[in-house]
């Protein structure tokens, strides 16, 4: 099951704010497991005693269609890499790097950072306020969790969000509501999200049963899993995974976790959902985020902080089919899921080399020409060989290498053969500024406009001798 239990509760908190609702969620979540448990793919029998009418089903009817005020979403590197952490990216792992530290020549929001920018019209309560859909929010389930990404999310960025009331459906026991939130960078559609949501005890009112809108869970192949990979949580994971918008106390607080029937406070659904991809990217993407298409899951049994997941997973063609267990009990606690992936050939298709649409690429080739003419000398000065990641609309758009140590020298256009000296991170239009005159390096790297790693004292001798020699 999801930790957004009561997702809806009463205006952005998702605290209680009536003994009611304290009951309603006490309710709900107390007998949450033998609910589900009764939930397929084909839905439940109907509960034929339900005292819904015709003004019932008229009025989840007429939900269907209706929009939630639209929002924006504005984030930095502080909440791509802080969700990064939510979900176990570490820097014992070098290849995470890309995620967690904003210096990284590729750093990266994860894929899954989308489901926080598409939660916030479900945690504002906007439902509450569509007609037709008078019910008891604070018995809101998260069942299922449809993401598909169009491109790769921009490191930082400010996205318009719009939400639907796809379709509601008639479980029988309950009511699933079928949420679609699409977001935009102007007018660049970036994420679909879609949520399903299980409100127990509002079904029975003769609405259909299935739709065609609904992304579908598939079921795992009958086979051996072809990787298996485990992580264990840290007691702080649901502390920590809270700080990306989802503050349930259900999450952190043991005296509400008691209430609503568990021994201690649960993990996040979609945290757990993030762990998982995260796994399936790293094993079978190369953290490769321009691979990544979509994922589906659905929400099975909960998870507590400190317990180990085992992701486990099935490769078929560019779909990863997948579950994930709690490994010290066994119990599935996300099924029928799936990560679909971009061939590799279609990625290199779809991202080819910005390099002749940036203003640098000027620069670096007459680098390149003038190097021709003083390279001999200027490899005696220098001896290094520097790497130079320029930037277009905060993902990389070209990389040149100005290589230092070789015969007279030379510049071209990609990473360095070997182990770069130096590498120098900047966007093309900060490139320009430097060139021109206009931004001080030093300044630039302090504010965080110009990162370097490696030899930094190299990059000064480099910037003499281009200013003694290239007169740029």
């Not at 702080?236 to 106390?249: F, I, K, T, V």
Request: proline share 4%; charged share 20%.
């Amino acid at each position: 099951i999801s930790a957004h239990y009561n997702l809806c509760l009463s205006g952005s908190s998702d605290y209680p704010t009536s003994a009611s609702q304290v009951a309603g969620i006490i309710e709900s979540t107390g007998s949450i497991i033998e609910v589900l448990s009764k939930i397929d793919s084909e839905g439940v029998s109907a509960n034929h005693t339900s005292h819904a009418t015709s003004t019932a089903t008229s009025g989840f009817a007429g939900a269907i269609g209706q929009k939630l005020p639209p929002f924006s979403y504005a984030y930095t590197e502080l909440e791509a890499i802080m969700y990064a952490l939510g979900v176990g990216a570490s820097i014992k792992d070098p290849k995470d790097l890309k995620f967690v530290y904003e210096g990284s020549s590729d750093f990266s929001c994860l894929p899954t950072f989308g489901v926080i920018i598409g939660q916030k019209s479900l945690m504002g309560g906007g439902l509450a306020e569509i007609p037709g859909l008078s019910i008891n929010f604070a018995k809101v389930l998260h069942g299922e969790q449809y993401l598909e990404l169009y491109k790769p999310l921009p490191r930082a960025g400010k996205l318009k969000c719009e939400a639907v009331v796809a379709d509601v459906l008639d479980k029988g026991s309950g009511v699933v509501i079928i949420m679609d939130v699409y977001s935009y960078s102007e007018k660049e559609l970036i994420c679909h999200n879609q949520f399903s949501l299980f409100l127990v005890g509002s079904g029975g009112f003769g609405g259909k049963r299935t739709s065609d809108k609904v992304k579908v869970a598939v079921a795992i192949p009958n086979r051996p899993p072809d990787a298996v990979l485990t992580d264990t949580t840290s007691l702080n994971q649901a502390a920590l995974y809270r700080l990306s918008g989802d503050w349930n106390p259900l999450h952190i607080d043991p005296n509400f976790a008691s209430l609503a029937g568990f021994d201690k406070p649960i993990l996040h659904g979609l945290c757990t959902f993030g762990f998982s991809a995260r796994r399936i990217l790293q094993q079978f993407a190369d953290n490769d985020v321009s691979r990544f298409k979509a994922i589906k899951a659905r929400f099975a049994k909960p998870v507590y902080p400190g317990q180990t997941l085992q992701t486990e997973m099935w490769k078929e063609g560019n779909r990863i089919h997948f579950q994930t267990k709690v490994q010290e009990t066994g119990d599935i606690v996300i099924s029928n899921a799936y990560v679909d992936l971009a061939p590799t050939s279609d990625t290199s298709a779809k991202t080819p080399s910005e390099g002749g649409k940036l203003q640098s690429t000027l620069v670096f080739e007459e680098i390149g020409r003038r190097l021709k003419d003083v390279g001999p000398e200027v490899v005696k000065k220098v001896n290094a060989v520097f790497e130079w990641h320029i930037t277009k609309g905060g993902n990389i758009g070209a990389k040149w290498t100005i290589d230092l140590k070789s015969g007279s020298g030379k510049v071209y256009q990609g990473p360095a053969k070997g182990a770069a000296d130096t590498t120098i991170i900047l966007s093309d239009e900060d490139f320009m500024e430097v060139v021109l005159g206009k931004l001080d390096p030093q300044k630039a790297f302090f504010s965080g406009r110009l990162k370097a790693r490696g030899n930094i004292m190299l990059s000064q001798k480099l910037q003499m001798i281009l200013k003694d020699y290239a007169k740029l």
